[in-house]
Structures are given as C-alpha cells and as structure tokens.
C-alpha cells in the first residue's frame, strides 16, 4: 500500500468592517422602515435595485431615487440541497432572482412560505413569471435580512 | 493580432485527490513535464506567468511567492492574473500577449489550483459583494442552476427534455474521461444513475457537477521564430477573445450572456471562422455544470438559442459526432478550477498537432478552448490551428 503523508490543518479567519457608502447606507436604511429603494437613471431611464450610486450602463451618476414595490416575479430559482463552510443558514432552502415592479433588473433573495418535500408542487408554484411579494423580517437590522423572504401571492 | 505565437509545449499534471505532494510539487510536476514536452530548460525561459482562484481557495496569499521555485521563476518576470474560473484562459491569453508583442521569445504560463485542501464552494461565495449577494449565492452550484433554469424558462424547454439532454451531457462526458489518463473522475454512468442522483441545486444533480480536483497545468509559448526551430508540430494561436460583464448577477441577461457570445465572435472574427460547427474540428468547452454546457453551445455559436438539447439529443457533439466536445472528459470530470481554463487550451493545442493519444479526434486541425469566470461574469476563448 501506498504511505499516506501527513496533513496539517490550519484556519485562516479574519475580521473586516466593510463601508457602505452613502447610496447603500440610505438602501439599508429604508429597508428598516419596509422601504425597497431603486435608482433610475435620467439619461437612459433604466432603474435597479438596490440603488445604485452611478449608472452602470451609462458610467453618470445622474441617478434619482425611486421607491421600488415590494413585488415582482420570478426569473428563476432554484432548490438548494448542498452545503458549505460559513452557509447562511442549513438547507434546503430556495433562492430566487426576482424582478421586482418597475425595475430593470434582477434581484437576489430567498423565497420562502413554500413547502420544498414536493418537488412537483413547487415547480407549480414557481412558474416562470410567478408573483411574489417581500415577507418583512420583524426584527430589523438595517442589513438585506430585513426582508425575510419573498413569498409567492395567489 | 500581434506577431505569430505557437504552443510548443504542454504539461499536465494526474488531477484528483493529490494529498501524495504538497502545493508546490504539484505546480513543478506540471512544469517539469511541460519543458521535456517541449524538450527545452528553464534557461529558454523568457518569463512566467500564473493564474489561481481566489487566495483563500488553499489560504496561502499571493501564490507567486509560494510557487517562484516550482515554476523555475527565479531571477525572471513574474505575472499573476485571476479572473476566477476564467483563470487558465486569462493566463493564456497574457502568455500569447507578451510573446505576439515581441517582448518575449518563450514565455511559460501555468495554472493550478488544490481543490482538496479547503472549501471550494464557500472560497467561490467569497466572490459574491458581502452586502446584497453573497447569501444568496451557494457556490458556484446555486449561481448556475439559476442561469439554467432562467434559460430553459427564457426558450420554453420543457423540463424533460432539458433534464435528458443533461443525462446525456454527462454520460459522453464521463465516458471521454475514460481515455483521459489524467482526468479525476475515471468510471462509467448511466442515464438512469445521472437522472437519479442527489440532488445538489435543483433540478442540477451530483453527476450533473464537476469534481472538487488537485491539479495543475503549464504551457509553453513561442514566437514564429523560435517555434520553428525548436518544434516539429507546434500549435498555432489562430483568435482570441475575452469579455466581461456586470458584477450584479441580474443586470445582465444570463440566457443570451454577452461575455460568452462576444468573447466567441471576436475570436472567431481573428480565426477567420464563419460557421463554428462546420469549421471547428473539436471543442474544449469549460462545463462544471451539464445544464450550463447547453448556454455555451448556443452563445459559441454552435446551434440556434434554445435548440442546445436537441443538438445534443441527436448526438452533434458527442465522439463521432458533427462537432465532438471536450473528449478528455472535461471540466466535469477534472476541475482543479485555476488551472481548468489552460487544460481546455492544452487540450486543444494537444489535438492539432495530434499528440491527444486515446482522445485524439482523427484529422483535427481547428480547435476552441474555453473558460467562463465569476459570478458568470467572464467569459474567455482561444482558437489553435495546426497551421500558421
Ligand atoms: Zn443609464
């Protein structure tokens, strides 16, 4: 049998305190007061969310807040089952990119208020272009956990 | 395009589970085998270049410190470029640079990565921002079943047939690794083993996946003239093209991708390619994922958007087919992600000049190698010919 050489283990876990600027400052912000907010360009008209400090297809930063509503409908989604170090939370669960009313743009969060045992039901359930509305996190953070989840609406 | 470059040498390392060397012996396997390859010494080495996942992939910054030794760097310029899965293709792309732009004669570009000794998928959600994105990403796996499902959605492919062409995806795969001796994943599957797996990310499964590999891989580059001199059958760099996209997943449309069609065009434009499936002779294709192997396909250009399952369905790349795809078994039976993006490019030089052995595709003398990075963000190619 070949030998079998030695591993040594070693982690490496470092702090950060991570700026947020002014435009996502004032995202978080409202998403403490149950206030989803977008930046639309003057210039092309595009709007995205989380707002955005300059146009990313413009490169100007003539930008207007706009107040986005807390629904939209599915892009896609998918069924998480795997794992890793540092997993936000034990699967399964789902995330979804969302386009939420009025933006020019996907968003990342998690769809929630759905049984995932039945994969069938669910794949009913989130059809492409399903509705869904924001499920508010009751104890708020200023962070994107303010938004619980999405949900689907009938 | 700037002065002719060629491939004068290629060198792989066995990917897989290398808990036999340390980090650094591994990158010197691959070099060592690269220049006997090209039958030349660390002496006609003008310069070097690397590429590696994220850092925190192993947990040793920096590695151009760590590796100087192993890749023969001592007392020459040293350059390290990242772009994530796109790493092999980037770091290719900067050896021809440097070659074509005459600054060099002979530049060796290696790539490598040791999957084994940390979290692949948590060191890949590293990649995400911290603040809006990163929770959502579950590795690379969430990121790309969401670009599948958002394409099969987009083009109205039924579940079943996606998930087939899939199953097949990963059978040809498996079965190519099989003359591969130095893929990861060496065993057969079936339709029904693929179909039924675990599911990792829905409706994505455990054979739909690639492997977490140790691995590494160095190429050689020459100008015209030291080519010439130096070797028999060199490859030559016909087109290269390389594109990125936004950093927010979804600002960008990831059914049609950009990064993936333009990189292609501007290549093929450099190549002199018009229609890809009839004149290319075989194709590297990065594909951690079935599903996302079918995306690349159409934004290559290989077959009309939405129609990738039926041209798989109907066998046009497998071995013997139109266009046969990644015959060493590809990134989803070999994934040591840093170095990935070079194998494509050291497969294919490897089929034009004939020296691909058991996976030779007979005649191939036109040849795409590719690599996709990010949070499907870049996208790189890179054309070799048999002729100058
Ligand atoms: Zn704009």
Same mark, same amino acid.
């Given at each position: ?15 950060? +305190? ?16 149950? +206030? ?38 599915? %892009? ?10 540092? +997993? %936000? ?9 969302? +386009? ?55 | ?388």
């Amino acid at each position: 049998m070949a030998k079998e050489y030695r591993t040594i283990r070693n982690d490496v876990a470092l702090p950060y +305190q991570w700026a947020l600027g002014k435009t996502w400052t004032r995202f978080f912000d409202g998403l403490k007061e149950e +206030q989803i907010w977008g930046t639309k360009c003057t210039h092309c008209s595009r709007t995205y969310v989380p707002a955005r400090t300059f146009c990313p297809d413009c490169f100007t930063d003539r930008t207007e807040w706009v107040p986005v509503k807390p629904e939209g409908k599915i %892009v896609s989604w998918t069924l998480v089952k795997a794992t890793y170090h540092g +997993q %936000v939370k034990p699967p399964p669960y789902i995330i979804a990119l969302i +386009q939420l009313s009025g933006t020019d743009c996907g968003f990342h969060h998690f769809i929630g208020g759905v049984e995932t045992e039945n994969i069938k039901k669910l794949r009913q359930k989130l059809k492409k272009g399903a509705k869904v509305k924001a499920v508010w996190n009751p104890e708020k953070k200023a962070d994107i956990y303010d938004i619980a989840y999405f949900a689907p609406v009938k | 395009m700037g002065k002719a470059v060629a491939i004068i040498g290629t060198g792989q390392t066995k990917h897989g589970r290398r808990s036999d060397v340390c980090y650094p012996d591994l990158v010197r396997e691959s070099v060592t085998t690269a220049l006997q390859d090209a039958g030349i010494t660390l002496k006609d080495i003008d310069g070097v270049v690397l590429g590696t996942m994220p850092s925190m992939m192993e947990g040793v910054s920096s590695t151009h410190f760590y590796f100087a030794e192993a890749m023969g760097a001592l007392n020459k310029p040293v350059m390290k470029v990242e772009t994530c899965g796109s790493t092999g293709q980037s770091i290719g792309h900067c050896g021809y640079y440097w070659v074509a732009s005459g600054m060099a004669d002979i530049v060796l570009v290696v790539g490598s990565e040791k999957m084994s000794e940390g979290d692949g998928q948590a060191t890949m959600t590293t990649v995400f921002d911290p603040f809006f994105q990163r929770t959502f990403a579950a590795g690379a796996p969430g990121v790309f079943t969401m670009q599948s499902m958002e394409w099969m959605y987009r083009f109205n492919i039924p579940e079943d047939k996606g998930r087939e062409a899939a199953a097949m995806i990963s059978v040809s795969n498996h079965d190519n690794a099989m003359d591969n001796p130095h893929a990861h994943i060496r065993v057969r599957v079936t339709m029904d083993e693929v179909k039924n797996a675990r599911i990792i990310t829905y409706p994505v499964r455990l054979l739909d996946v690639c492997p977490a590999s140790d691995g590494a891989c160095a190429v050689i580059f020459a100008s015209e003239e030291k080519a010439k001199k130096i070797c028999k059958k060199p490859a030559w760099i016909k087109g290269l093209g390389f594109r990125g996209e936004e950093f927010f997943y979804g600002e960008s449309d990831k059914a049609i991708w950009m990064s993936a069609t333009e990189a292609a065009k501007e290549a093929y434009k450099q190549a002199g390619i018009r229609n890809p499936l009839k004149e290319l002779d075989v194709a590297e294709i990065y594909n951690p994922f079935t599903y996302q192997e079918m995306i690349f396909y159409e934004c290559l250009g290989l077959c009309p958007r939405g129609e990738a399952p039926d041209y798989v369905l109907k066998g046009t790349f497998k071995k013997g087919g139109q266009l046969p795809c990644c015959p060493s078994g590809g990134t989803l039976c070999s994934n040591p992600i840093g170095a990935t993006g070079l194998i494509r490019l050291a497969e294919a030089a490897l089929q034009v000049t004939g020296k691909a052995g058991a996976r030779q595709v007979g005649g191939a003398k036109l040849a795409l190698s590719h690599a996709m990075g990010g949070v499907d963000q870049f996208n790189g190619v890179t054309i070799v010919g048999s002729k100058l």
